[in-house]
Nanobody, 114 residues
Framework: VQLVESGGGLVQSGGSLRLSCVAS????????MSWYRQAPGKERELVAH????????NYADAVKGRFTISRDDAKNAVILQMSSLKPEDTAMYYC????????WGRGTQVTVSS
């Protein structure tokens, strides 16, 4: 099982970024997928979750209305579209699923400058 994130970078406050996580080694379409983030000195927190089939999505209060999670089962990918970014969104962003056990990617860094 492998989860590989990409799309992070440095962006100014108010800007946008699109994160992608490509999965392999399991039947992607059958599993819910999540994005988490961890800022320096803080605990890892859930950002957004999407169910298998994409029927339901959930967001942390801090990102509601600014971030959108989606999935492309044909490409085994889960996307996090982030807009109106704030300096407090600066963190390492991780892709996660639960297949037999928790599975995590290595993360992609997002830095928002003020």
């Amino acid at each position: 099982v492998q989860l590989v994130e990409s799309g992070g970078g440095l962006v100014q406050s108010g800007g946008s970024l699109r994160l992608s996580c490509v999965a392999s080694g399991f039947t992607f379409s059958r599993f819910g997928m999540s994005w988490y983030r961890q800022a320096p000195g803080k605990e890892r927190e859930l950002v957004a979750h999407i169910s298998s089939g994409g029927y339901t999505t959930n967001y942390a209060d801090a990102v509601k209305g600014r971030f959108t999670i989606s999935r492309d089962d044909a490409k085994n990918a889960v996307i996090l579209q982030m807009s109106s970014l704030k300096p407090e969104d600066t963190a390492m962003y991780y892709c996660r699923t639960f297949y037999i056990r928790e599975r995590w990617g290595r993360g992609t860094q997002v830095t928002v400058s003020s």
